[in-house]
């Protein structure tokens, strides 16, 4: 049973930073392309950031909103996709998903997703 699980959201400073995690199970995450999106009532769920199938880093992509502030990792052994948040603005408040790429060994580009997490939510204020 495939299932992504996100973890690390919470209520942080502006300013501040959060690690969020997107744990797999029920495939091997090596093979596959996991996105970031995020939502906030009354906007468009938003991509903020994707790393492409493979071992370490592989090819990253980020929005342009995010850019300098968000770092994409992936740890296979741990069946983990990291999402570093740095320097958190209010407009960064939202309910933060993981998504698989729809298959195998296919590239961030594909933009089509099969699996979704649940979500965590991240609030930034005082």
């Known amino acids: 049973q495939v299932q992504l699980v996100e973890s690390g959201g919470g209520l942080v400073q502006p300013g501040g930073s959060l690690r969020l995690s997107c744990v797999a199970s029920?495939?091997?995450?090596?093979?596959?392309?996991i996105t970031w999106f995020r939502q906030s009532p009354g906007k468009e769920r938003e991509a903020v950031s994707c790393?492409?199938?493979?071992?370490?880093?592989?090819?990253?992509y980020y929005a342009d909103s995010v850019k300098g502030r968000f770092t994409i990792s992936r740890d296979n052994a741990k069946k983990t996709v990291y999402l570093q948040i740095n320097s958190l603005e209010p407009e960064d408040t939202a309910v933060y998903h993981c998504?698989?790429?729809?298959?195998?060994?296919?590239?961030?580009?594909?933009?089509?997703?099969?699996?979704w997490g649940q979500g965590t939510q991240v609030t930034v204020g005082s």
């Open positions: 998504a698989r790429t729809i298959g195998r060994r296919r590239s961030c580009l594909v933009d089509e997703y099969d699996y």
């Open positions: 029920g495939f091997t995450l090596d093979y596959y392309a």
């Open positions: 790393i492409n199938p493979g071992e370490g880093t592989g090819t990253v």
